[in-house]
């Protein structure tokens, strides 16, 4: 059976930081691309950074320079490193992971991030 298991949520204020973690179980980690989104109230979800099996990574514009994926294949766990926060960077995050070749994705159950003074 297949989890992610986000944590590191939680209330911060403007211009803090936070580290979401996402520990994956019951995959090959290392030949699945994992992925943060989030969904902002009244948004669609949106992709903010991938982290690719070959070690690409990739960022929303809106996270540039503010945010970092990394992931410990070792711990099967992908991290989201998260500075200089801002209100609109409150959203529920969600640790996804799809398999490099075969049709198989996978969605955490979600972490709450909420940027408030």
């Known amino acids: 059976q297949v989890q992610l298991v986000e944590s590191g949520g939680g209330l911060v204020q403007p211009g803090g930081s936070l580290r979401l973690s996402c520990a994956a179980s019951g995959i090959s980690f290392s030949i699945y691309t994992m992925a943060w989104y989030r969904q902002a109230p009244g948004k669609q979800r949106e992709l903010v950074a991938t982290?690719?099996?070959?070690?690409?990574?990739n960022y929303a514009d809106s996270v540039k320079d503010r945010f970092t994926i990394s992931r410990d294949n070792a711990k099967n766990t992908v991290y989201l490193q998260m500075n200089s926060l801002t209100a609109e960077d409150t959203a529920v995050y969600y640790c996804?992971?799809?398999?490099?070749?075969?049709?198989?994705?996978?969605w955490g159950q979600g972490t709450q991030v909420t940027v408030s003074s």
């Open positions: 982290f690719t099996t070959g070690g690409s990574k």
């Open positions: 996804y992971t799809r398999h490099l070749l075969l049709p198989k994705d996978y």
